[in-house]
Nanobody
């Protein structure tokens, strides 16, 4: 059974920083893509950043402020968030596209972690 667990959310003042972590555990063959999404109250879930084989992708709203990274040996991904703004307040979710066989991937979601940025 595969599990994805996030950690690192919390309350921070505007201009501050947080680092989110996402760890996948269980029996699988590797991770193709790790992505961070967020959902603010009353809004749709949106992609914040993703990383696939070292290639990163960011939403325009976070470019230059957030950095996504991975430690493949630990099946862990990170989202370093700097210069946080109140509009970054949301529940942040990790999504891992996991190889359940040598050729097939399935998406797994974490439970979400709350990030609140006060003004």
């Amino acid at each position: 059974q595969v599990q994805v667990v996030e950690s690192g959310g919390g309350l921070v003042q505007a201009g501050g920083s947080l680092r989110l972590s996402c760890t996948a555990s269980g029996s699988f063959f590797g991770i193709k893509t790790m992505g961070w999404y967020r959902q603010a109250p009353g809004k749709q879930r949106e992609l914040v950043a993703s990383i696939t084989r070292g290639v990163t992708n960011y939403a325009d709203s976070v470019k230059g402020r957030f950095t996504i990274s991975r430690e493949n040996a630990d099946n862990t991904g990170y989202l370093q968030m700097n210069s946080l703004k109140p509009e970054d307040t949301a529940v942040y979710y990790c999504n891992a596209d996991i190889f359940v066989s040598w050729s097939q991937t399935d998406p797994y979601w974490g439970q979400g972690t709350q990030v609140t940025v006060s003004s």
